[in-house]
T-cell receptor
C-alpha cells in the first residue's frame, strides 16, 4: 500500500541552526501539508501546498519556515533558525487530486528536538 | 473558521468494555468529519470518515461513529475494546471547499485499555 515517508525520524539540533525535514508524498498525490504536534498538545496545521505554491498557511508558519518541492518526489519543510519552542513532531500529509473530501494520508512524523 | 472539541483528554477503560469518545465541532459551513488514531510512536491513521449519506459510519477495527448535525457532534464508539486499542484518538473536521481542505484537529483523547 502506498504511503507517505518522512526523514529523519528524529533530529536533535542546537538553537539557531537550520533544519530541513523531508517528505516523500504518495506518488499520484498533488496536495501536500505539514502539521506539527508539540508534546502533549493537539495536532496543528502549518501549511498546505499545491501547484508549486502555498495555498494556505497558519499564523505559526512565520518567516522562519519555508516549504519547497525541489523535484518531482520530495516535499521539504525548512526551519531557518530553530527556537526551543520548535521542538515538536512534524507530520507530512498528502491528498490526491479530485479527492475533495479532506482525507489526508499522513507520514509517521519527524521528531525535532531543539536544545 | 472551524474548531473541534474533544471533551475527554483521557479515557481509561477495561478490556472488553465499551468506549465512547466525544467530539463536538463548530463551523459556519458544511463539513466533512474524521477520526484518526495514533498508536504509540506512530503516525496518524484514518479510522473512519463522514462525508454524506448515512449518519452512522463504520470504520476499521470495529469502531463506528455517528454524525449528529443538530448537536454538531461526531462521537466515536466501540462496543468491546482490546488492549491493542490503547492509543490517542483525534477527531478532525474539514470544510467543503474547492482547494486546500486542511484538517482541523481536536485536542485528542488518550485511551488506555486495562486488562
Amino acid at each position: 500500500e502506498p504511503e507517505v515517508t518522512q526523514t529523519p525520524s528524529h533530529q536533535v539540533t542546537q538553537m539557531g541552526q537550520e533544519v530541513i525535514l523531508r517528505c516523500v508524498p504518495i506518488s499520484n498525490h498533488l496536495y501536500f501539508y505539514w502539521y506539527r504536534q508539540i508534546l502533549g498538545q493537539k495536532v496543528e496545521f502549518l501549511v498546505s501546498f499545491y501547484n508549486n505554491e502555498i495555498s494556505e498557511k497558519s499564523e505559526i508558519f512565520d518567516d522562519q519556515f519555508s516549504v519547497e518541492r525541489p523535484d518531482g518526489s520530495n516535499f521539504t519543510l525548512k526551519i531557518r533558525s530553530t527556537k526551543l519552542e520548535d521542538s515538536a513532531m512534524y507530520f507530512c500529509a498528502s491528498r490526491a487530486s479530485g479527492q475533495n473530501t479532506g482525507e489526508l494520508f499522513f507520514g509517521e512524523g519527524s521528531r525535532l528536538t531543539v536544545l | 473558521a472551524q474548531s473541534v472539541t474533544q471533551l475527554d483528554s483521557q479515557v481509561p477503560v477495561f478490556e472488553e468494555a465499551p468506549v465512547e469518545l466525544r467530539c463536538n465541532y463548530s463551523s459556519s459551513v458544511s463539513v466533512y468529519l474524521f477520526w484518526y488514531v495514533q498508536y504509540p510512536n506512530q503516525g496518524l491513521q484514518l479510522l473512519l470518515k463522514y462525508l454524506s449519506g448515512s449518519t452512522l459510519v463504520k470504520g476499521i477495527n470495529g469502531f463506528e461513529a455517528e454524525f449528529n448535525k443538530s448537536q454538531t457532534s461526531f462521537h466515536l464508539r466501540k462496543p468491546s475494546v482490546h488492549i491493542s486499542d490503547t492509543a490517542e484518538y483525534f477527531c478532525a473536521v474539514s470544510t467543503i471547499k474547492a482547494a486546500g481542505n486542511k484538517l482541523t484537529f481536536g485536542g485528542g483523547t488518550r485511551v488506555l485499555v486495562k486488562p
